[in-house]
């Protein structure tokens, strides 16, 4: 495939690659905006000083990514004020208790770090006032997922614990895959490759994500959730990763 055309203004973009360009950086402001919100719950349920410490920077760095990205919604033309208040609640989304610190604990090992390989896409973008902010916003994700695994590693002693973590996660995670990472083909997808809004498939992005975080479940007892519970939900998953999944599980 021939390299895609750079655009470093935003009054270079248009049409149908504008379109998607903004649809992407809606669902990352989406987010990112949420993930504000639910580290600013964490505040008032972590159980210690150090986790909730830890909270109010992660909100106050969620913030910050959602401030980049709704200025250059701005710079694009369009209202980031409008696009925040179409955005779904972040526990109904989800499907998070956020009174519940287990909840908010399996929600920065899984759909925090989803999101950030998206992220991943996004800094090669062709629209590179948006790839080249996007560094600094990883480099804060790294500290958030490593918090995550953590807590995985903290629960993990307690075997009363992990078995209430893994409750949560055969819920959250099957349900993350399929909205964080959306269809595995399909014209747009084809079209975010051909232009360089994204680099890589769906099915190559699912998989990085799954066997980094196989890498951290392994010895801790936490297992992938049972391929039924992403048929349940009809999340689209491709062979190799049902291979991926089928190789953590329990029993
Ligand atoms: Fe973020
Ligand atoms: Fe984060």
Redesign the pocket.
């Known amino acids: 495939m021939a390299p895609a055309t750079e655009f470093a203004h935003p009054e270079q973009v248009g049409g149908a690659y504008k379109e998607l360009l903004v649809r992407l950086m809606t669902r990352q402001i989406y987010?990112?905006t949420a993930?504000a919100e639910v580290f600013g719950k964490a505040i008032s349920v972590a159980p210690n000083w150090k986790e909730k410490a830890l909270a109010a920077e992660f909100a106050a760095?969620?913030a910050r990514?959602s401030q980049g990205l709704y200025d250059l919604l701005l710079d694009l033309g369009e209202d980031p004020e409008e696009i925040i208040a179409g955005r779904p609640d972040a526990a109904d989304f989800w499907q998070l208790d956020l009174d519940n610190w287990l909840h908010i604990a399996v929600f920065n090992f899984t759909v925090?770090r989803a999101?950030s390989h998206q992220?991943m896409e996004y800094r090669q973008s062709s629209y590179t006032p948006w790839a080249d902010s996007q560094e600094e916003?990883l480099a804060?994700?790294e500290d958030?997922y490593d918090n995550g695994v953590e807590n995985l590693k903290a629960v993990a002693k307690d075997p009363v614990q992990l078995a209430e973590f893994q409750a949560i996660f055969n819920s959250v995670l099957p349900n993350c895959v399929k909205r964080a990472f959306g269809r595995l083909t399909g014209a747009d997808n084809d079209f975010c490759l051909e232009h360089g809004l994204k680099r890589n498939s769906t099915e190559e992005i699912v998989n990085r994500y799954l066997t980094e975080m196989r890498g951290h479940m392994e010895g801790t007892g936490l297992v992938f959730p049972p391929l039924s519970a992403f048929d349940a939900i009809k999340c689209e998953l491709a062979p190799s990763s049902r291979e991926i999944l089928g190789s953590l599980q329990a029993g």
Do not use: K, N, R, S
């Open positions: 987010a990112e993930t760095e969620e990514h925090d999101g992220i916003v804060d994700e958030h």
